[in-house]
């Protein structure tokens, strides 16, 4: 099973400013089977990248995911107050299963 | 858009069956779609339980394949989980989603089932 790890687990950041959050898998993945989550409290998860960088419906521009093998990151370029939350990232990945970080939790600063 | 909405009993005792519902609204269960139950512990991450296909076509966790039933509904356009043998570390919040795109597209808003003599 491969594991994803998140880092940092705790971010303290302000408003306006750039959030870059990390997910790095035990093993090298395939990038379209990366996918990010925001979950916030009492919440169900929402998507908001697939693919490791294509934006979910109604995902405003400022979020932003990249990476390749094993080293994905999501950026969120200019922090607002409703950004704040817990995100996950998620991978499918064989024999047919999905499995998820442990999380990190964004916190205003 | 599709809307899910999970159904169950709040409280399940120790070494009896957990069995939760997702009604499926705006879709159909019989779509080219994957259909899957995702669980939070209090405090906790997310942890994926298994998927079905409209075709009946299953996949589930590992750790939990041996106690863990997913099927389908097509007549009341829903999905079920049973979890057999529940312990207290099945206490969690459960979640029913579509799948998208290797991804969990559309989720629930989540049922608390939590394990309990």
Known sequence: ?109 | QVQLQESGPGLVKPSETLSLTCAVSGDSISSRAWWSWVRQPPGRGLEWIGQIFQSGSTDYYPALKSRVTISLDRSKNQFSLQLKSVTAADTAVYYCTKNGYFSLAYWGQGTPVTVSS
């Not at chain 1, 998140?6 to 090298?28: F, H, I, N, W, Y």
């Not at chain 1, 390749?68 to 990232?89: H, K, M, N, Q």
């Not at chain 1, 499918?92 to 970080?101: C, E």
């Open chain 1, 1 to 109: 099973e491969i594991v994803l790890t998140q880092s940092p687990g705790t971010l303290s950041l302000s408003p306006g400013e750039r959030a870059t959050l990390s997910c790095r898998a035990s093993q090298s993945v395939t990038s379209t089977n990366l996918a990010w989550y925001q979950q916030k409290p009492g919440q169900s998860p929402r998507l908001i990248i697939y693919g490791a960088s294509t934006r979910a419906a109604g995902i405003p521009d400022r979020f932003s995911g990249s990476g390749s093998g094993t080293d994905f990151i999501l950026i969120i370029s200019r922090l607002e107050p409703e950004d704040f939350a817990v995100y996950y990232c998620q991978l499918f990945s064989s024999p047919s299963m999905y499995t998820f970080g442990q999380g990190t939790k964004l916190e205003i600063k």
